[in-house]
């Protein structure tokens, strides 16, 4: 919002979860303040916001979309994907109508354009772990590769210890804390299902709620176990996986 004062953006991409003011709050703020040009003359019209949530759940784009913003992207967000949103609102975001005006024609087709998209495409099922998005990161070598899938599944199993630790003593900061490390590597390392039940229990944590928790943990863990066995059979014992990446 600071930035927003001190001069006038097109596009915005909002963080849903953030410490201080959450991304839905924002939005509510700034589209109030489209409304008050004449005290807030840098929040011009349109300012096209997209969201980032950590998460691909059902039903996270449409309550985006019912906030204010006007676009989704799931973390982790890539380079082509914010490319895309560029390409897809620029032409809309340049533009400026008066406060009150009507919203030139290539805005209303634009949005109309991201409302007729439906639902974002749901995550693929047929395994825990995205191994395209991990192989990204081992620039083809065996060797990068195992070393990481080990890493990360030493690093996670300690720290689902440490998250069920921290909800059996009540901690909700620990919680937070602890998930929010976790959800972050798993993300990163395309891990499809545990992300998305880490986020739930950072969530928990920061709004100090800890009781569907603990049932959280046991499916996070039975979600951990499924990945672990996947990697050990599909990647760290199959080379052909890096070879033909």
Request: net charge negative; proline share 6%.
């Amino acid at each position: 919002m600071s930035a927003l004062e001190r001069q006038s953006y097109d596009l915005v991409f909002m963080d849903v979860m953030m410490p201080e003011m959450g991304g839905f709050e924002a939005t509510a703020a700034i589209r109030e303040r489209q409304q008050q040009r004449s005290q807030f003359p840098n929040y011009k019209s349109p300012i096209i916001i997209v969201a980032m949530t950590a998460s691909a759940m059902q039903g996270d784009r449409e309550k985006c979309l019912a906030a204010g913003m006007d676009d989704y992207l799931a973390k982790p967000v890539r380079l082509e994907d914010m490319r895309g949103i560029v390409e897809r609102w620029g032409a809309v975001a340049v533009q400026d109508t008066p406060a009150g005006g009507t919203p030139p024609p290539a805005q209303e087709a634009a949005t109309a354009k991201a409302e007729s998209a439906g639902p974002a495409p749901k995550l693929e099922e047929e395994s825990p772990v995205d191994t395209e998005r991990l192989l990204e990161f081992t620039d083809g070598s065996p060797e990068n590769l195992r070393e990481l899938v080990e890493l990360y599944l030493s690093q996670t199993a300690g720290q689902l210890e440490q998250l069920e630790a921290a909800v059996a003593a009540n901690t909700p900061a620990e919680v937070r804390r602890v998930a929010h490390s976790c959800a972050g590597a798993s993300s990163t390392c395309g891990m499809r299902r545990l992300a998305p039940l880490l986020r739930q229990l950072e969530r928990m944590g920061l709004e100090g709620q800890l009781a569907n928790a603990a049932e959280l943990c046991r499916q996070a863990s039975r979600e951990f176990e499924l990945i672990r066995a996947f990697v050990q059979a599909h990647i760290l014992r199959n080379s052909d996986l890096v070879t033909k990446h």
